[in-house]
């Protein structure tokens, strides 16, 4: 599976952005696929994760309640939809993908990372 994520930007605190990462081969509807970010001087973190059915997600604390993850596996693609971004949401955004059925939280889970996009949120 190769990924490929784009829509990130610049925006203004409290505005938002729609993440998407479109997925090549046929194998996309046997990942659960997740997104992570990595801010400046920062460790990778989880951001959100979905299962492959889209049934299950799950989300760190900090993007709760602003953050959606959801996919169309017509279409081999996970999106994030982020509202009331703040600017400590300032990262790299990278979507990945995890042979296996669940929302997986831990980076270590998955085989596939795509090349990141670049989210700035302005005070």
């Known amino acids: 599976v190769q990924l490929q994520a784009y829509g990130g930007g610049l925006v203004q605190a409290g505005g938002s952005l729609r993440l998407s990462c479109a997925a090549s081969g046929r194998t996309f509807s046997s990942c659960g696929m997740g997104w992570f970010r990595q801010a400046p001087g920062k460790e990778r973190e989880f951001v959100a994760a979905?299962?492959?059915?889209?049934?299950?997600?799950s989300y760190t604390d900090s993007v709760k309640d602003r953050f959606t993850i959801s996919r169309d596996n017509a279409k081999n693609t996970v999106y994030l939809q982020m509202n009331s971004l703040k600017p400590e949401d300032t990262a790299v955004y990278y979507c990945?993908?995890?042979?296996?059925?669940?929302?997986?939280?831990?980076?270590?889970?998955?085989?596939?990372w795509g090349q990141g996009t670049q989210v700035t949120v302005s005070s």
């Open positions: 979905i299962s492959r059915s889209g049934s299950s997600t």
């Open positions: 990945a993908g995890a042979y296996g059925s669940n929302a997986y939280s831990s980076d270590g889970a998955y085989e596939y």
